[in-house]
């Protein structure tokens, strides 16, 4: 379906990648999934000088940092974004399968399910394309990340795939970007605090997610339809 689009702007990066797919392509049709992580304020300053009113979505699993829900309120702010949507796991569901808040513990696959996967599908419903962060340098998963594919009849754009650390944190001083807090008490890469531990390095900032298992991604860049049907499947 996009495959003109893919061979037209595969070779962009960045905001040159951005402009286009937001102001003309996708208009109205597009958001930003964010975070509000480690270098989340990059991919959103970037947005935010192309169209402040694009939707930026970004979910609330009820186990954030208090560190990311004021950071996120200060970006916010400072962007001036203007359609900022906090996006949380349907009560329903969390009373039903993680009553005692419990269950990262037992099955952190299943609590990133009901948490992230399923309530961030539910909201890109409508949207023909979704932004996201994700760079090649992080590693595992991510090492081979594509700049534009389609997934389930979207399209997703990672327009920092490309990027280096160096080109980031450059990006973060260029335009005197506020860090993230956690990042001073060593918290390279910063999901939910009960499965993120302060560690990390360059070549591995993920290193503290999940630490101890296996598990690397939460799951949102698997297939959003093959999560809701394990999620399905499961209850």
């Not at 389609?150 to 399209?155: A, H, P, Q, S």
Request: charged share 20%; hydrophobic share 40%.
């Amino acid at each position: 379906m996009y495959e003109a689009v893919i061979a037209e702007l595969n070779h962009l990066d960045g905001p040159e990648l951005l402009a286009p797919l937001v102001s003309d392509v996708f208009c109205g049709n597009i958001a930003l999934v964010s975070s509000f992580g480690a270098e989340s304020a990059v991919l959103l300053h970037m947005a935010a000088s192309i169209d402040r009113s694009l939707p930026v979505i970004t979910l609330d699993t009820g186990k954030l940092f208090s560190e990311t829900i004021a950071y996120r309120a200060q970006l916010s702010a400072l962007l001036g974004l203007t359609d900022l949507r906090v996006v949380t796991p349907q009560s329903d569901v969390l009373r039903a399968l993680d009553g005692a808040g419990s269950l990262h513990r037992r099955d952190p696959d299943r609590c990133c399910q009901i948490r992230k996967v399923l309530p961030l599908e539910n909201t890109l419903t409508g949207f023909k394309a979704w932004i996201s962060g994700r760079k090649r340098y992080h590693g595992g998963l991510r090492a081979d990340v594509a700049m534009l594919e389609e997934t389930d009849g979207r399209l997703k754009i990672d327009p920092l795939a490309r990027f280096t650390r160096q080109q980031i944190e450059a990006y973060l001083d260029r335009y005197d970007l506020p860090r993230h807090p956690l990042l001073e008490k060593g918290y390279l890469s910063i999901g939910c605090a009960p499965c993120t531990v302060a560690c990390g390095s360059a070549d591995n900032p993920r290193a503290g997610r999940w630490s101890g298992l296996s598990k690397m991604e939460c799951g949102i860049h698997r297939s959003p339809i093959a999560a809701h049907n394990s999620a399905s499947s499961a209850a």
